[in-house]
């Protein structure tokens, strides 16, 4: 029954009524922010610190070197000027203060000139990277398994890119395992010279090497004279470090830049030669 009655009920249509609160117009697009360029713009935090002097002397070096030479000689000339036009006796007179300041200010004088002389005759060397001379090589022993071969190229490549290593050779239980890298050219059929393992083992260096079971770092190859005991490396080979594989080998790393390898490096070489032992531990068992 009051089912009925309210399905009666209608509510009249009313088409002028308004609602009480308009609808809200919601934007079609909206703009990203610039909140990060106006934080930029108004960033007004500590500036990096220069040095002024530091920049100066960096940008005029020959000027600076050469200061003291300009200061000496000026000194030099004001103190004779002063003792020609004072009236005193050209002949130092220990009993007179003004010649014994002028043998002072002589001595400051000298003084100058010497350190100018003295900068301008000793320079830094600059250091720079060579290009090796030789012939690009790639020899591997073919009887590795593949996994071993992977993680022979993983080290050359993780070297290459991450060091100055130009050359590297890995020597492990009496076999050459790998040879990549430049190699000095054959003087007879214009080829890559191929690592002797006999020879390199009975040298100083390899036994060396062995003997302390701790990683060499030749900084300056052309200073030390196992420089010949290692003749497949380019003749240009700059600096070479020779890490031990364990008891049983040793990677020969040659490197193209003076002292081109830092602590880090060498802590990371360090690092990869334990980790070639473990691998090639595995593989030759005795």
Do not use: H
């Not at 960033?43 to 220069?50: A, H, L």
């Not at 036009?85 to 002589?106: H, N, T, W, Y």
């Not at 003749?231 to 470090?241: C, D, E, G, K, S």
Request: proline content about 7%.
């Amino acid at each position: 029954m009051e089912a009925t009655f309210i399905s009666q009920i209608k509510i009249p249509k009313n088409p002028n009524r308004r609602f009480s609160r308009p609808p809200v117009d919601f934007p079609r697009f909206i703009r990203a922010s610039s909140s990060a360029s106006q934080e930029r713009k108004s960033y007004r935090g500590p500036k990096p610190s220069k040095n002024l002097v530091a920049d100066f002397v960096s940008r005029n070096d020959d000027s600076v070197r050469s200061l003291p030479i300009y200061v000496g000689g000026a000194s030099l000339l004001a103190v004779l000027f002063n003792r020609a036009v004072s009236g005193i006796a050209p002949v130092a007179d220990a009993s007179s203060s003004q010649s014994r300041a002028d043998l002072l200010a002589l001595g400051l004088a000298v003084t100058n000139l010497l350190t100018g002389l003295v900068w301008l005759s000793i320079r830094p060397k600059t250091i720079t990277p060579v290009e090796p001379e030789g012939v690009d090589c790639k020899v591997l022993e073919s009887n590795l398994p593949a996994s071993i071969l992977s993680e022979l190229l993983w080290a050359w490549e993780s070297l290459k890119v991450a060091t100055c290593c130009k050359s590297l050779v890995i020597v492990y239980n009496g076999i050459c395992l790998i040879q990549i890298g430049m190699a000095a050219e054959s003087p007879e059929d214009k080829k890559a010279v191929i690592v002797n393992t006999d020879k390199m083992m009975n040298g100083s260096v390899y036994r060396g090497v062995m003997k302390s079971k701790a990683q060499s770092y030749l900084a300056n190859l052309s200073l030390y004279p196992g420089r010949s005991e290692l003749p497949f490396l380019p003749p240009n080979t700059q600096a070479v470090i020779l890490q031990p594989l364990g008891d049983k080998g040793v990677a020969v790393i040659g490197g193209n830049t003076i002292r081109g390898f830092t602590s880090s490096d060498q802590a990371w070489i360090s690092s990869i030669g334990e980790k070639l032992d473990a691998t090639l531990g595995r593989c030759f068992i005795d």
